[in-house]
């Protein structure tokens, strides 16, 4: 299935290089025009600002809360029917700590708010808030592909695999590209959403 798109492609992995071509060029212009400066660290808002900025190219619905249910394998993120209540619920959790801030990660992952570009806009919404809350960032680099999505998938569980993973790779090179850079790679992205209409949820 191929998300109806502003390209008018119609071949899924043609629409991935585009989204990923399209959305770096977007993100580097986010860090270059110091755009994410102006955004409030941890709230939802800024995050749909991120998702509008990275696929407002591509499609009609970026920056805009999902209308359908999704889920990966046998998980499934947030019902569309809570979705709302639980984002609000996320822009009032603390995040003074990095234990803190993870858990909020985890539970923005969980809720999943938007169609398609959740991974990327949710990973520069992370580092937005590690370095207004302390000084640092993660270096995407350092993490390993694999590992950061087995433990992404636990993490609704068990937060503990994914905070040490990203823990490690913490650095206080805030405002290098590069280090910015590698965290919209796509292949941190879990691929393969199995999509429902609501009802049928």
Request: charged share 30%.
């Amino acid at each position: 299935m191929v998300l109806e798109n502003k390209l008018g492609i119609t071949e899924s992995a043609e629409l991935a290089r585009q989204e990923e071509r399209i959305s770096k060029k977007k993100a580097l212009e986010l860090f270059e025009n110091k755009i994410l400066n102006s955004l409030d660290a941890g709230k939802f808002d800024s995050l749909a600002k991120i998702h509008k900025y990275l696929f407002e190219d591509i499609y009609t619905f970026a920056g805009e809360i999902r209308k359908v249910n999704i889920a990966k394998g046998n998980f499934r993120f947030a019902p569309v029917m809570y979705l709302e209540q639980a984002l609000k619920h996320i822009d009032n959790m603390p995040q003074a700590t990095y234990e803190e801030i993870i858990e909020k990660y985890v539970e923005m992952n969980v809720a999943h708010p938007f169609r398609e570009g959740n991974g990327r806009s949710t990973r520069i919404w992370l580092d937005l808030i590690l370095k207004k809350e302390l000084g640092k960032v993660v270096d995407w680099s350092k993490v390993d592909k694999e590992d950061y999505l087995l433990a992404m998938e636990r993490s609704p569980i068990k937060n503990v695999e994914i905070s040490v993973l990203l823990k490690q790779a913490l650095t206080c090179d805030v405002d290098n590209r590069e280090v910015y850079m590698k965290g919209i790679d796509a292949s941190y992205t879990y691929e393969g959403y199995f999509v429902y209409k609501t009802a049928d949820l």
